[in-house]
């Protein structure tokens, strides 16, 4: 788990950026304002975190639960999406129940970042498309089984279908974090963070982007490998021998 601050925010789309000669396929996420609505401390709750609100939501579609939640924690303008953030005891301090967020304040171009957003429904899908089976032949002899799944028993023992059998059903939107990607660019003015690569979920969808759970460093773009020169005296000598030949022999005719 990595406990590291995020923020809440909606993915806008794909685009691209040039960097160092580099064209490079971007997603734009356009991230906070963030509230604080409440913290979590270890003695209490037996976890450090804090709870961050996004959106504001209209004073007549706010339950009476979430109001009285609302005025309690001192928060004005009651918010529509709530998530905790794991963070280090430590860190606690630093985050103060009602402070603003924005995505200058927590990222900055090449963080390592993980986020979690909710893939694009697919509705009830067969085999074929969930599990990339093959089929069956498409011949005269085939008759309404071209895209079935096949046989799923195990004869009498265990008489049963093993659990996990790769069959139909409903396929995608599901909870899924995409890991270890770059920050690439960050606009302060219109709160966007550029970050490199696919985020999951459909565009307007809502993500949560945090600090990566594993520690690793990466680059924007690869590094230039320079090309080591051949050390071989064969290859060297056939390279300057026509350059000098040819011209000893022109001299030579002249």
Partial sequence: MSLRMGLLGRKIGMTQVFHDGTALGVTALSLGPCVVVAKRTPEKHGYAAVQLGFEELPVRQVTRPDGGYFKKSGVEKPLRHLREVRLDAKELDKYEVGKVLRASDVFKAGDVVDVTGTTKGKGYQGVMKQHRM?????????????RHGGS???????GRVHRGKRMSGLMGNVKNTASDLVVVKVLEDKDLVLVKGAVPGPANGLVLIKGSVKDVKKYIVPRTIK????????????KGAPAAGGGGAAKAKK
């Avoid at 089929?135 to 089984?145: K, L, Y």
């Avoid at 090309?227 to 056939?238: D, G, I, R, T």
């Fill in 134 to 146: 093959g089929g069956d032949t498409m011949t005269h002899g085939t008759h309404e089984f071209f």
């Fill in 227 to 238: 090309e080591v020169e051949s050390k071989n005296p064969m290859k060297a000598s056939k």
């Fill in 152 to 158: 799923i028993g195990c004869r009498l023992t265990p």
